[in-house]
């Protein structure tokens, strides 16, 4: 997680504008989706240069995105949305969460462009159709888009070689399986007992599997429950606490204010009024 990446909710539509030769570089985290609703755009990208005609998709990764480019006659008006693959907590498993993290990091090559037939554009465009009616089916629909385009990615790869060790393979089967959310509430001491080895060996199978340690990955899980929780209800702080894992409110001010750059309560203030700004300014127009 990073404390200077921008929060706001993904898997929602918006409309930007891009005057003739405007240039935009998206800095919205996690995987980007842009339609080109009408004109002519240039994906730009230090390997590759790419056309994006009307109807087009293209898609960008978390990393070495590039930028898009109206055309000089025309301009071009856009459809786009964003997912980050770390907030769908509930939905998204351990293993796959660390499939799409490296491939984004492997995605050196330009953003994916998907032309106006392809199945990916053409739902992306019945989806945009009725993205004045916010909600669970309209999110459900992006999110399919999502899962449909990074099938591939998402998929545990078939050329990992088979470990010796059936512990790891325990653990790997167990992390296939378990969505993030579950490591809110997790105990080591459960891990051990699930995977019948000692508490030193399920630590370094952890880590090995999942790239980090446990108790790095559990509060990284813990503060992305909280943040949610801080931008989508109006509970207090010390419930948030609860909610999210945390014993102790004093600590997760503290975990938070490291993580985030500022107390949970300041966090929620400035998420709400550039919430209220943003509101009534989804359709944005960039000039050149």
């Known amino acids: 997680m990073s404390a200077k990446r921008i929060f706001e909710p993904h898997l929602v539509v918006r409309e930007l504008v891009l005057r003739p030769a405007c240039e935009w570089r998206p800095d919205w985290p996690g995987w980007l989706f842009v339609q080109v609703i009408s004109g002519q755009a240039y994906s730009v990208h230090a390997s590759k240069n790419q056309e994006v005609q009307a109807g087009a998709v293209i898609v960008f990764s978390d990393s070495e995105r590039g930028y898009l480019r109206a055309s000089q006659l025309d301009g071009a008006a856009l459809h786009y949305f ?52 916010p909600g ?70 952890f880590h090995e599997v999942v790239g980090t340690c446990f108790r790095k990955k559990q509060s990284e899980a813990r503060l992305l429950r909280a943040r949610e929780l801080l931008a989508t209800t109006d509970s207090k702080v010390l419930d948030v606490a609860m909610e999210s894992g945390f014993q102790s409110v004093s600590l997760f001010n503290v975990m938070f204010k490291r993580e985030f750059g500022s107390t949970p309560g300041e966090w929620r203030e400035r998420f709400k009024k550039r919430e209220m700004k943003w509101r009534p300014a989804r359709r944005q127009l960039l000039r050149a």
Not at 103 to 129: D, I, Q, T, Y
Not at 136 to 145: G, N, Q, T, V, W
Not at 151 to 175: I, Q
């Open 82 to 133: 964003h997912v980050e693959p770390e907030r769908l907590l509930g939905l998204i498993t351990l293993r796959e969460q660390r499939n799409l993290l490296e491939a984004s990091r492997r995605n050196k090559a330009a953003p994916r462009v998907l032309p106006p037939e392809h199945p990916v554009a053409e739902k992306f465009k019945g989806a945009c159709a009725n993205s004045d009616e």
């Open 136 to 205: 669970l089916p309209a999110r459900m629909k992006l999110l399919e888009l999502f899962t449909e385009m990074l099938a591939n990615d998402l998929r545990a790869r078939s050329n990992d070689p088979v470990s010796p060790d059936p512990a790891r393979t325990r653990m790997e089967e167990l992390l296939r399986q378990m969505p993030m959310a579950s490591l809110v509430d997790l105990r080591l001491d459960h891990l051990v007992q699930e995977m019948g080895c000692t508490p030193r060996h399920v630590s370094r199978l």
